[in-house]
């Protein structure tokens, strides 16, 4: 059974600086990751898919990692904002279907 | 191109009634999968559709119940209602099946069963 682990819970940091979120995995048989922002009450909002054979994937300020074969995955966000602070998601599939396993998500809080 | 629509945005309930939510997703997409998040359980998959068919469903009791139609919109029926299902449901979207890519979600639909 895939189990999605997120650390910390919650993050607070300064505006302006470069931060790490990061996500853990016990079942390396995956097609991707996928990294996902929550902002409170609303849905999901994808933000980066990396591919299984994928080693890095980038989109503006933010930056993913996948490291398959120790079950990890970074989501590095730089040169933070208020506009960041949100929880983050990070889920991968099963092989062969679209269940997404989640992690419990990190609450991130951009301080001006 | 319009996102992941769902309705209504919210409900309220009472023990016992049962409740239908709609999903519409993104044009062209023809796999629909949908969540349930809880502040205590977080995102569980409830089920996934894909050319009007289940393809696969999560750990849930047979209450929860979905279906296709064939212009890939997706309903989620949930009959005698606990207190317990109330939660923020969310379908997502994604273009083929098979877990390989992107999908899209919908703002949700929050229930509030009393």
């Known amino acids: 059974k895939q189990e999605v682990t997120q650390i910390p819970a919650a993050l607070s940091v300064p505006e302006g600086e470069n931060l790490v979120l990061n996500c853990s995995f016990t079942?390396?048989?995956?097609?991707?990751l996928q990294w996902f922002r929550q902002d409170p009450g609303k849905g999901l909002t994808s933000l980066l898919l990396?591919?299984?054979?994928?080693r890095e994937q980038t989109s503006g300020r933010l930056n993913a990692s996948l490291d398959k074969s120790s079950g990890r995955s970074t989501l590095y966000i730089a040169a933070s904002q208020p506009g960041d602070s949100a929880t983050y998601l990070c889920?991968?599939?099963?092989?062969?279907?679209?269940?997404?396993?989640f992690g419990t998500g990190t609450r991130l809080t951009i301080i001006p | 191109k319009a996102g992941v629509t769902q309705t209504p945005r919210y409900l309220i309930k009472t023990r016992g009634q049962q409740v239908t939510l709609s999903c519409s997703p993104i044009s062209g997409h023809r796999s629909v999968s949908w969540y349930q998040q809880t502040p205590g359980q977080g995102l569980q998959f409830l089920f996934e559709?894909?050319?009007?068919?289940?393809?696969n469903k999560g750990n849930f009791p047979g209450r929860f119940s979905g279906r296709q139609f064939s212009n890939s919109r997706s309903e989620m029926n949930v009959s005698t209602l606990e207190l317990g299902d109330s939660a923020l449901y969310l379908c997502a979207s994604s273009l083929r099946a098979g877990g390989g890519e992107t999908q899209y979600f919908g703002p949700g639909t929050r229930l509030l069963v009393l």
């Open positions: 990396i591919q299984s054979s994928q």
């Open positions: 079942d390396s048989a995956i097609y991707n």
């Open positions: 889920a991968v599939p099963f092989m062969g279907n679209e269940k997404l396993t």
């Open positions: 559709y894909f050319s009007e068919t289940q393809r």
